[in-house]
């Protein structure tokens, strides 16, 4: 773009120089860029589970004993992976999705690696993580994110520790060691990174379980419309800016059914013209849908509030900013204190009561950290090639292991390519905003809880009809990205990095009953020693060598090399022969041009009247000209042969590398005695 004609560094004015820096490329690969009147959706939901387009992506499998089934990961394989406690029927679904859904994109990944690094370099950037990664304006941002990492694994080490003792209670020996990472398939998502659907497993006092808020809902006869309007109800106490009435009349709440097939993964939309804001969601009446609902009305109210904003400007303060927004909201919407005010609790809650929550809580957000965390920092050292395409699914199971303490229930090769069953990495949408947005969420509902006068552990905090701290929030999200995130974060909260503080404040005092029940049951933390068996798991991978960019077995690859290397010789044996031959008539000719000079030299010193004899003559593809002159063409000739044959080594590695063709020699059925 022409903006990256300007030197950036020089302006003096502010908003200039952010308008310009604006309009370098954005740090994502794209098609070429669509007008910005067009609607622009804002993911924000990191479970985001359904395949690109309204049908979505079906994963077959055999299920024991059964029938072969075929199922929507966005609700039926979802559903078993939350409910059922059968550990082969979860193998199944975990198993089917990632090769139905993973092993198809081990090559096109690859393609897509190569072509993102050529855009990055192209706008400027050493690779694509580069390009992801100036979005937030920082040179340091892989080493800030290790830090926060740090800083919250305590945290993490301990709720792992324990949810996997519970685990072990039910599972038994045969499938959880005590001491080591617990199988990825039983932790009730499909990639373990939220665990709240095993509450009912690690309840901390299950003589106390936690009132059914959905069996409330359904009870007090709610339907999708009024969720929208009880979030709506909430910002709107706040003093912030109801929706437009265009935004009830175009927003789709529920599924249609009129037999349309969409895409149901709940999304906001800017439409870019100041009035037109919508939600698309097919909505069904559970408390979790409720507070999705809030999250997306969080964007709604950044969409409104900046909408006056130069429309460079219409966007977070970063990417992690903007879904930190949406998200605060829930903290409070969730609290057994507002969800008391609203009638969707009955009585209040207890010490016990209030572990129980903390525990859901942190089974939903903790659980999520080192997830949220690794899917980037793996594409990151793909991105940078620190991560070979040769052992793709093995590292992606080692960052898994190291820090997830999460081994793959079944053994992985690198036939698989399990990230690439995770959504955000098909799509290539950048995943760090999640993990820093669990830390900014809380330091900005600490920061609003404050201008709200609430009083308490921060856990009971519910902002419902603090105008003050409706405006403070406004003020910072009229901003929009207009000014660099770390001041519009000062503005806020009086910070200007991301800090862990207020979530492990938020979160102490479930950490202290963590730490005394652990020490209790001689936990070990962590999961020291264990490889989860790679070396079983990818032994199909440490088996194979790498040709001509195939992927073969040993013999294979040596067979193939000593082919290669024959034809090599012939080629460079034919080329010597032609050489030497070329050699000879060269010196062929000359002898006979030096003979013909003598000979006309004594003609003219004798006056001789016999007849001249001319010159010998020599042919070359059927003319006659003189020997020397032939030779020069032969030496042409044989620089050709020599050009054409390694333009025909190389045609042959590349239709190899290109199109995974493998000749009959590197084929398995060549060497098979079947």
């Known amino acids: 773009t022409r903006a990256r004609l300007f030197k950036i560094d020089d302006f003096q004015d502010p908003d200039v120089k952010r308008i310009t820096q604006?309009?370098?490329?954005?740090?994502?690969?794209?098609?070429?860029?669509?007008?910005?009147?067009?609607?622009?959706?804002?993911?924000?939901?990191?479970?985001?589970?359904?395949?690109?387009?309204g049908k979505g992506v079906r994963a077959e499998g055999r299920q024991e004993p059964g029938p072969t089934l075929a199922l929507f990961l966005g609700s039926d394989l979802e559903e078993v992976m939350a409910t059922s406690r059968d550990q082969k029927e979860l193998l199944w679904a975990w198993q089917g999705w990632r090769d139905a859904v993973g092993r198809q994109l081990r090559m096109t990944f690859e393609r897509y690696v190569q072509l993102s690094n050529k855009a990055a370099e192209l706008n400027g950037y050493e690779?694509?993580?580069?390009?992801?990664r100036s979005a937030y304006e920082s040179d340091t941002l892989e080493q800030d994110v290790e830090q926060l990492y740090e800083?919250?694994?305590?945290l993490y080490l301990n709720l792992h520790a324990y949810v996997r003792r519970g685990l072990y209670r039910f599972y038994g020996p045969q499938l959880i060691d005590p001491r080591g990472p617990i199988p990825a398939h039983i932790l009730g998502n499909m990639w373990a990174q939220s665990w709240v659907s095993i509450l009912d497993l690690v309840l901390p006092f299950p003589e106390k379980p936690p009132e059914d808020i959905t069996k409330i809902m359904k009870g007090q006869h709610w339907k999708p419309e009024k969720m929208f309007q009880e979030a709506e109800k909430f910002f709107t106490s706040l003093g912030l800016l109801s929706t437009p009435p265009e935004f009830w009349k175009n927003s789709m709440m529920e599924r249609p059914t009129d037999g349309r097939e969409v895409e149901c993964h709940a999304s906001a939309w800017d439409f870019y013209n100041g009035e037109d804001f919508r939600i698309k969601k097919c909505t069904e009446v559970t408390i979790e849908d409720l507070l999705s609902i809030f999250h997306q009305m969080g964007h709604?109210?950044?969409?409104?509030?900046?909408?006056?904003l130069s429309v460079i400007f219409r966007a977070g303060a970063n990417p992690a900013f903007e879904e930190a927004v949406g998200s605060v909201i829930t903290l409070s919407a969730s609290s057994h204190k507002h969800l008391l005010n609203r009638g969707l609790l009955s009585h209040q809650h207890q010490d016990e009561g209030e572990v129980n929550f903390l525990m859901s809580m942190a089974l939903e957000k903790i659980a999520f950290i080192p997830f949220a965390y690794l899917v980037d920092r793996f594409r990151w050292k793909v991105f940078d090639g620190t991560i070979r395409k040769a052992v793709y699914n093995q590292e992606w199971w080692n960052l898994r292991l190291k820090y997830q303490g999460l081994c793959p229930p079944v053994p992985r090769t690198e036939d698989d390519f399990d990230p690439g069953a995770k959504f955000h990495i098909s799509a290539s949408m950048p995943y760090i905003r999640y993990f820093l947005s669990l830390m900014l969420q809380f330091q900005i509902h600490e920061a609003l809880c404050k201008a709200s006068g609430h009083v308490g552990p921060l856990h009971r905090c519910d902002i419902y009809n603090s105008k003050?701290?409706?405006k403070l929030l406004a003020d910072v999200l009229k901003l929009g990205s207009s000014k660099p995130w770390p001041e519009v974060l000062q503005k806020i909260t009086g910070e200007t990095k991301v800090s862990t503080k207020a979530l492990m404040t938020y979160f102490k005092p479930l950490l202290n009953w963590l730490v005394t029940e652990n020490v209790r049951h001689g936990e070990i933390l962590g999961w020291p020693d264990f490889s989860c068996s790679l070396e079983q798991s990818f032994d199909k991978e440490t088996d194979r060598a790498a040709f001509l960019g195939l992927e073969l077995n040993p013999d294979q690859a040596k067979s193939g090399q000593w082919v290669l290397l024959a034809l090599s010789f012939v080629m460079l044996l034919m080329v010597l022969l032609l050489a030497y031959k070329v050699y000879t008539l060269e010196k062929k000719s000359l002898a006979q041009d030096t003979s013909a000079q003598d000979t006309s030299v004594q003609d003219?010193?004798?006056?001789?009247?016999?007849?001249?004899?001319?010159p010998p003559k020599a042919y070359f593809l059927g003319t006659a000209m003189e020997p020397h002159q032939v030779v020069r063409r032969q030496w042409m000739l044989l620089g050709l042969c020599l050009i054409?044959?390694?333009?025909?080594?190389?045609?042959?590695?590349?239709?190899?590398?290109?199109?995974s063709w493998k000749p009959p020699w590197m084929r398995d059925e060549w060497w098979s005695w079947d």
Not at 151 to 154: C, D, N, T, W
């Open 644 to 659: 054409l044959m390694l333009c025909s080594v190389g045609l042959i590695i590349r239709i190899f590398t290109q199109h």
């Open 300 to 308: 709604i109210q950044y969409f409104l509030q900046y909408k006056n």
């Open 22 to 53: 604006a309009h370098h490329p954005c740090p994502t690969l794209e098609a070429p860029a669509p007008s910005r009147s067009l609607p622009t959706p804002t993911s924000s939901d990191p479970n985001r589970t359904p395949w690109q387009g």
């Open 127 to 132: 690779d694509m993580g580069a390009m992801w």
């Open 604 to 614: 003219t010193s004798t006056r001789d009247n016999s007849v001249h004899v001319p």
């Open 151 to 154: 800083e919250l694994q305590p």
């Open 468 to 470: 003050k701290a409706g």
